[in-house]
């Protein structure tokens, strides 16, 4: 499984920007995937995750109602469109996947999460 993040960068705050990975190497549909980020000095934590057939996902208590994690799995994609961002939304962000398909709710923990991308760098300045 091949993983490849997209579309971070530099935003003022209150700004949106949309992140997308794109998976390669097996049938996208098998798999569940999620968005975690990590602050330098800080953890990885979930920040959005969603089951392999798009009917559930999971947020963070700290992106509810700004952040919205969607897929494509004719395109083998999952992005991640991130509203209203915050200075404290800066972090590296990082696309997983685990091969599941018994799960009815999104996996939120980094420990369930099998392949990883590089990550991409998201800078909100105030």
């Known amino acids: 499984v091949h993983l490849v993040e997209s579309g971070g960068g530099l935003v003022q705050a209150g700004g949106s920007l949309r992140l997308s990975c794109v998976f390669s190497?097996?049938?996208?549909?098998?798999?569940?995937m999620g968005w975690f980020r990590q602050s330098p000095g800080k953890e990885h934590t979930s920040v959005a995750s969603?089951?392999?057939?798009?009917?559930?996902?999971a947020y963070a208590d700290s992106v509810k109602g700004r952040f919205i994690i969607s897929r494509d799995n004719a395109k083998n994609t999952v992005d991640l469109q991130m509203n209203s961002l915050k200075p404290e939304d800066t972090a590296v962000y990082f696309c997983?996947?685990?091969?599941?398909?018994?799960?009815?709710?999104?996996?939120?923990?980094?420990?369930?999460?099998?392949?990883w991308g590089q990550g991409t760098h998201v800078t909100v300045s105030s």
């Open positions: 969603i089951t392999w057939s798009g009917s559930s996902a």
């Open positions: 997983g996947a685990v091969e599941n398909t018994t799960q009815l709710l999104a996996l939120i923990s980094p420990f369930d999460y099998k392949y």
């Open positions: 190497g097996r049938t996208f549909a098998y798999y569940a």
